[in-house]
Every structure is written in C-alpha cells, then in structure tokens.
C-alpha cells in the first residue's frame, strides 16, 4: 500500500497540490451518516484530502481595498471549479488505473440541509456534503483556528480543498500535533462588527485533537462589507471570510510570528488596514450581484463607472 501512498503522492506533486492527507474509516466513526463521506461510499476505506493554496497575491486587491473580483476568480471559482477539480479527476484516473475506484467529491457547503428524500429506509437524504473541515483536520492537513477556519502549518488558512473516497487502504496521515493558531486573538480585535466571541470560545474535538474556537455570529459575516463574500454556492451557508479584515490580519499574525511555512521577503501589510463598520443589506450582497466583475461589493453587480 506504500508503493501505492508513493504512486498519489508523485502524481499530485506533478498536478500542483500544495496539501495531501489520508485518513481511515474510523477517523469518521463518530460522523453523522448525513455529512459522512462513507454514506457515499460505504465500501470505502480512505478519505484524501487534495488542497491547493489560494496564492497571498489573490488578497492583495482586497487588502488594498481596490479589487475584489480577481479573488472570487483565482482565490475561490477558478481554483475550486478548474485547478483542483482537474488534479482531483486525475487522481481518480491514478486509482483506478490500479484497479480501485474513487469517489470525487466537489467542496459543497455541509451546512445546507438535504435537498432530497431517502431513498430507502436507513440511507440519509440526498445530497449527503461531507464537511470539508472535519476531513482535513481528520487527513493531518491543519486544525480549526481560533477564528474557526482552517489553518496549516504551511499557509494558515489560504488554501481550498477537493476529496476522494477510495477503498484503496492507504496509511493514514497523523494528526497534526503542533498547533498553528497562536491564540493572539487579533482577529477577535479586528472584526468591526464583533463577530468573533473569543470569551465564549468552545472546544471542539475531532478524532482526540482539541482545538478552541470562538463563537462567531455568522449573521454578522453575511452583512460584513470588510472582504467577506456571501457563499456562492448556498446562500444561507456561511460565507467566505478567507478575504475579510479578520482574517487578513490573521494572516499577518501568523506571518510576523513566523510560523508559516510559505514564507514572504516583505510582510503581508503594508499599510493600515480599512474598515467599515456598518454594514450592507443582504439584499445588496445577493448572490447573483456576486458576479466575478461587480463582486460582493458593487450594490448593482456592474462593472465600472455608470
Ligand atoms: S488571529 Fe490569532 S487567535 Fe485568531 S485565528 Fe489567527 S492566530 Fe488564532
Ligand atoms: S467576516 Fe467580517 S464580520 Fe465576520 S468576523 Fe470577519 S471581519 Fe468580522
């Protein structure tokens, strides 16, 4: 099975993945059968877990304040929908050329409620959405940061993430140990609006790795103008707070504390970071309106000066 793991991990390295990991069946064990990946595939006995950076350079427009439609293309859409869907299917290829299938699974928000009924008595409702956070902390890619994002070692929380379900068995990866989030709380101290409750922070435990998360009024996230997109694929999933001034400043911490491996010659911010405090209608951020050129932030979805 090694010679298999060597086999994955030299096709992905030719493909661009940034972050691979592996888990067994048990790591799922205490997954509800409506997010686990094996209601998918019961036979299956590996979850892999493919990531790719969102490259720093996708959040300098929002950082600057001066372009957010460049990272709904190379920071979200494209890198979900075209790097990593292409490195996810080749992978699929890889397997089953060694005579195992795969199962490709596209990072739907697993937060949504089923949109279908059972087919047969015991098997949960359709569209089962595994929770892309659980696999990766569960394949040893990262843990859920304080600000309850994902974070590794090597980009905190700038990647993306596509899953395979094999019944392949493949050594699993270990958890990660170390952990990444310094507990600074800057992105508490950031966030305008005050969505991130670190006193009320709580600890979440996934397959005996403790992490502590704050509680975060995702209410507040969806109204948020600071870099926030509204999910573009549910609109009443979370949004997409990797851009936001929360994480941004994360972002920085993690840089300045050095505990990164995707290292920089200068440092993230340049200059003070903008805010606004108030906030927009949803009605105003409405997914349609969230077109790659108007973005989030235009209130008619056009693109430049009327
Ligand atoms: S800003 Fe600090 S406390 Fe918040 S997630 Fe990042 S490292 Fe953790
Ligand atoms: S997305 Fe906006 S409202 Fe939510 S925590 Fe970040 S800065 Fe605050």
């Given at each position: 099975?090694?010679?298999?793991?060597?086999?994955?991990n030299?096709?992905?390295?030719?493909?661009?993945i940034?972050?691979?990991?592996?888990?067994g069946?048990?790591?799922?064990?205490?997954?509800?059968a409506?997010?686990?990946p094996?209601?998918?595939f019961?036979?299956?006995?590996?979850?892999?877990?493919?990531?790719?950076?969102?490259?720093?350079?996708?959040?300098?427009?929002?950082?600057?304040?001066?372009?957010?439609?460049?990272?709904?293309?190379?920071?979200?859409?494209?890198?979900?929908?075209?790097?990593l869907?292409?490195?996810?299917?080749?992978?699929?290829?890889v397997?089953?050329?060694?005579?195992?299938?795969?199962?490709?699974?596209?990072?739907?928000?697993?937060?949504?409620?089923?949109?279908?009924?059972?087919?047969?008595?015991?098997?949960?409702?359709?569209?089962?959405f595994?929770?892309?956070?659980?696999a990766?902390?569960?394949?040893?890619?990262g843990?859920?940061?304080?600000?309850?994002l994902?974070l590794?070692?090597?980009?905190?929380?700038?990647q993306?993430?596509?899953m395979?379900?094999?019944?392949?068995?493949?050594?699993?990866?270990?958890l990660?140990?170390?952990?990444?989030?310094?507990?600074?709380?800057?992105?508490?101290?950031?966030?305008?609006?005050?969505?991130?409750?670190?006193?009320?922070?709580?600890?979440?435990?996934?397959?005996?790795?403790?992490?502590t998360?704050?509680?975060?009024?995702?209410?507040?996230?969806?109204d948020?103008?600071?870099?926030?997109?509204a999910?573009?694929?549910a609109?009443?999933?979370?949004?997409?707070?990797?851009p936001a001034?929360c994480?941004?400043?994360?972002?920085?911490?993690?840089?300045?504390?050095?505990v990164?491996?995707?290292?920089?010659?200068?440092?993230?911010?340049?200059?003070?970071?903008?805010?606004?405090?108030?906030?927009?209608?949803?009605?105003?951020r409405?997914?349609?309106?969230n077109?790659?050129?108007g973005g989030?932030?235009?209130?008619?979805?056009?693109r430049g000066?009327?």
């Amino acid at each position: 099975m090694n010679q298999l793991k060597d086999l994955i991990n030299s096709a992905m390295e030719k493909e661009g993945i940034d972050l691979i990991g592996f888990a067994g069946k048990d790591r799922f064990a205490s997954v509800d059968a409506q997010h686990n990946p094996f209601s998918i595939f019961p036979e299956g006995k590996t979850v892999i877990m493919l990531g790719k950076r969102i490259c720093r350079g996708a959040l300098r427009g929002v950082e600057e304040g001066t372009n957010f439609g460049d990272y709904r293309l190379f920071g979200s859409n494209w890198l979900e929908d075209e790097f990593l869907s292409l490195a996810c299917y080749n992978l699929v290829r890889v397997l089953e050329n060694e005579g195992w299938e795969a199962v490709p699974l596209f990072p739907n928000p697993s937060d949504v409620p089923p949109m279908g009924v059972s087919v047969a008595e015991g098997r949960p409702a359709p569209n089962v959405f595994p929770d892309f956070t659980y696999a990766a902390v569960a394949c040893g890619i990262g843990e859920i940061g304080m600000n309850g994002l994902l974070l590794t070692p090597e980009y905190g929380s700038r990647q993306r993430f596509h899953m395979i379900i094999t019944d392949a068995e493949i050594e699993p990866t270990p958890l990660q140990e170390a952990s990444v989030c310094l507990k600074c709380g800057k992105c508490a101290a950031a966030c305008p609006l005050g969505a991130v409750d670190i006193e009320n922070a709580e600890e979440i435990d996934i397959c005996g790795k403790k992490m502590t998360v704050a509680k975060i009024n995702y209410d507040l996230c969806r109204d948020c103008k600071n870099g926030a997109c509204a999910n573009r694929l549910a609109k009443a999933s979370k949004p997409d707070r990797i851009p936001a001034l929360c994480n941004r400043t994360c972002l920085c911490s993690l840089e300045e504390a050095g505990v990164l491996g995707n290292k920089f010659e200068t440092p993230f911010r340049k200059r003070d970071a903008w805010a606004i405090g108030g906030k927009v209608s949803a009605e105003e951020r409405s997914s349609e309106k969230n077109n790659v050129l108007g973005g989030a932030y235009s209130v008619d979805g056009n693109r430049g000066a009327k």
